[in-house]
Nanobody, 127 residues
Framework: QVQLVESGGGLVQAGASLRLSCAASTYTFSNYAMAWFRQAPGKEREFVTAISRSGGSTGYAGSVQGRFSISRDNANNTVYLQMNSLKPEDTAVYYC????????????????????WGQGTQVTVSS
């Protein structure tokens, strides 16, 4: 069982930056590929970005490519999401997720591939 706790959300103006953190309670954090998903009101949860077990491979949704950056610190069981140039359409609840990763360099982008989920943190971007 892996517990994930997100933090760092808040209310910002368009163009601002935020950094989200996700702390994992597991002794085997490096065995999990990680990702961030988001869900806006009335919409389905969507993929934002993912990172491989090793941290050497990443993937991004087209809507955040070039603005968001995912990273991980395996020594401290934490994954980060750096969000720059935020837009009102980035407003959503952001969820951290963990997937058992059998291949160290593989990135997983589908919801069903993720076994563990955090409770989410709200990000609101005003225009």
């Amino acid at each position: 069982q892996v517990q994930l706790v997100e933090s760092g959300g808040g209310l910002v103006q368009a163009g601002a930056s935020l950094r989200l953190s996700c702390a994992a309670s597991t002794y085997t954090f490096s065995n999990y590929a990680m990702a961030w998903f988001r869900q806006a009101p009335g919409k389905e949860r969507e993929f934002v970005t993912a990172i491989s077990r090793s941290g050497g491979s990443t993937g991004y949704a087209g809507s955040v490519q070039g603005r968001f950056s995912i990273s991980r610190d395996n020594a401290n069981n934490t994954v980060y999401l750096q969000m720059n140039s935020l837009k009102p359409e980035d407003t959503a609840v952001y969820y951290c997720a963990a997937a058992p990763g059998y291949t160290p360099s593989r990135v997983y982008t589908r919801r069903y591939e993720y076994r563990y989920w955090g409770q989410g943190t709200q990000v609101t971007v005003s225009s």
